[in-house]
């Protein structure tokens, strides 16, 4: 990188949501002069960055101003336009990750032939263009729908079941996948610089809030055995060098009850599966992504201790001025670290926050954490 | 306190320089709105805060006029007009720490007459309006002398060894101090909320730089005997009960070579002798200052490892646009984090940012700590 990234360099952001948050809170450890761009006026970095361009992520030229006298173009969210990207890369503003990295993961029927085109473990699938393709589908029921693109927090995503479903199913060019009868879903964050040094953050578990897709509770370290996480953090690492990648890559995965790991997704930047980092291991993925773009020597991935994240969700039912219920309790317990995302207006199942929850005995941790998730409610 | 910390609670913090940075840093977890007032249009927080206003710290006008529509104000230096605090006080704008602490604080000779009548153990002193009464101190030499107001980072101090060296002497009203032959130069951060609730951080040593007169490098835990710290720690205690203050106070004190401890002075706000506690310890000085002024329940306080902090202050010898030489190297080591300060010009021992490295092994946190130390320095 021409410039020193304490220096001169300017950086931006698409998306200025909580990962953006929590970025710029670890940014302002090495300086970095950010600028962000979000559509939403009331953005959660919005007071928070050397400039704020209220505009839309989607626009060609929204996002080719935006980007044309910065240094370094990173995202918090995948959903950008791409064409903008690339042209600003052809003009030397340096994007991480890479616009063709990002143009193949919008497309989920991209993502899911690149991982069979690299020999990279997934369900079997099969990309259809409109729902009547279901009909006669090479999968058996049951199977899930996700729309290719746009698909955002657990949306856009169909379980279909039964015959009768099919009339429910998205319309949209999408994705079908072999229903995967997993043990438990996990992840691994990979991060990569730009002189080909890729470190893993080690494989965590998580549960999913069934109603919302969202992932609700994490903790990490794993406690599968040796060969289990060598294995995931093998693949992740196998992703992020087939994609020569610079910056984080969440890979989520699934391991079935038979042993295999199957890769689920992939995200490229911080990711709600690494939130825990911050408290529980010695780098954040939030620094170790920093790291990653301005090609510096990646941190230390291991964990500092146990790590349990609870996502903050709005509760059912309430839409308006968010108002947190428990928190001063929840404040009093050890090893409660509280992150709120900056949003004024709770509604339902929106990201509000989290809690991560440290403890050297992994038990007290998972204990403590399922005390939160009981105590703490975001209303209105 | 009538508003939620995380809804329309609107904190002023008089003062935007680093310490105001990190403890904006925390305050994001919180969704704190923060409005910051700094005679710099440079100053380190004025593009991560809610509102920055450019105004003198001195003036009556200015600091009531910023704080008058605010909920709550706190301070990250003593040097402001404490009688416009006062009347937004009287006013019914909440003041922490409380006005009457800061200025009791802000004048030297007044601190020490505190310590005397609360049976804090303190060196001798002497309180002089001129020049001219050091030619018959009570207090026999060598001594030292400090500004009795503005003296700051090692500012408005004097040792003075000789009679030859009162003709050097401060002009303006001071206090004069027995010198003390101490073995170390030991502090205790101590927070008292609005309840009543106080604790402290345990206690940590420290090394100054002779030439600047700052702290340089700091280590905790301390290894001096438990009696040893729970008389520092009873102490810091002692002092925040005198003062009901509510929020941070830094008490710093030396350890005598026959074991007795001196409360040397004290800072009502977070403090270069707790950076370490933001990797070190379950909670930061900054997260325990704002859970103090919000009057929430106090955090753990515990150290989670070795901590050491090193002060990246400017080379002597350089002055200008700021480059880190060997920031990479330093990266590249194992537990170390760094903290730049948002400051584009160094001068000769500007605190430009911290290092702090943490290691469970002691002797590997210190002496990686020495490594950085000849590794990275400002230059420009």
């Not at 369900?123 to 263009?129: E, G, R």
């Not at 060098?241 to 610079?246: E, G, S, T, Y």
Request: hydrophobic content about 40%; overall charge negative.
């Amino acid at each position: 990188m021409a410039k020193d990234f304490y220096g001169e360099l300017q950086l931006g952001i698409l998306g200025g949501g909580q990962l953006g948050r929590m970025l710029i809170q670890e940014a302002i450890n090495y300086n970095v002069n950010v600028h962000i761009l979000d559509p939403d006026k009331n953005a959660p970095c919005r007071k928070l960055c050397n400039k704020f361009e209220c505009g839309s992520l989607s626009d060609f030229e929204t996002v080719y101003n935006f980007g044309k006298d910065l240094d370094l173009i990173t995202i918090e969210i995948e959903k950008v336009n791409v064409d903008a990207l690339e042209k600003l890369e052809e003009e030397g503003v340096i994007v991480y990750p890479q616009s063709r990295i990002i143009r193949l993961i919008q497309d989920k029927g991209l993502q899911k032939q690149f991982f069979k085109q690299n020999d990279i473990p997934t369900s079997a699938f099969q990309l259809i263009s409109t729902k009547d393709n279901l009909t006669n589908a090479s999968l058996s029921l049951p199977y899930i729908q996700k729309l290719r693109r746009d698909g955002y927090d657990g949306k856009g995503v169909k379980k279909i079941v039964t015959e009768a479903d099919i009339q429910d199913a998205f319309e949209e060019p999408s994705l079908i996948e072999e229903w995967v009868d997993f043990e438990k879903e996990i992840a691994v964050i990979v991060a990569r610089n730009d002189r080909g040094d890729v470190s893993t953050f080690p494989m965590v578990e998580m549960e999913f809030n069934p109603q919302a897709n969202l992932v609700e509770f994490l903790i990490a370290p794993s406690l599968y055995g040796v060969e289990i996480q060598q294995r995931a953090e093998a693949i992740a690492k196998k992703i992020a060098d087939d994609l020569q990648i610079v910056g984080l890559l969440a890979v989520e995965m699934f391991l079935t009850k038979n042993g295999d790991i199957l890769v689920n997704e992939i995200a490229p930047r911080p990711h709600n599966s690494g939130h825990q980092t911050i408290e529980g291991n010695y780098v954040s993925q939030f620094a170790q992504h920093l790291r990653a773009i301005f090609n510096l020597p990646l941190g230390d991935t291991r964990c500092r201790t146990t790590a349990v994240m609870i996502n903050l969700l709005g509760e059912d039912g309430y839409e308006g001025l968010a108002k947190y219920d428990g928190v001063e309790e929840v404040l009093a317990m050890e090893g409660v670290y509280l992150h709120l995302y900056g949003k004024k207006y709770t509604k339902p199942f929106r990201k509000m926050g989290h809690i991560c929850i440290i403890n050297d005995d992994r038990d007290k941790a998972i204990s403590n954490a399922r005390k939160v998730q009981e105590i703490l409610k975001v209303k209105a």
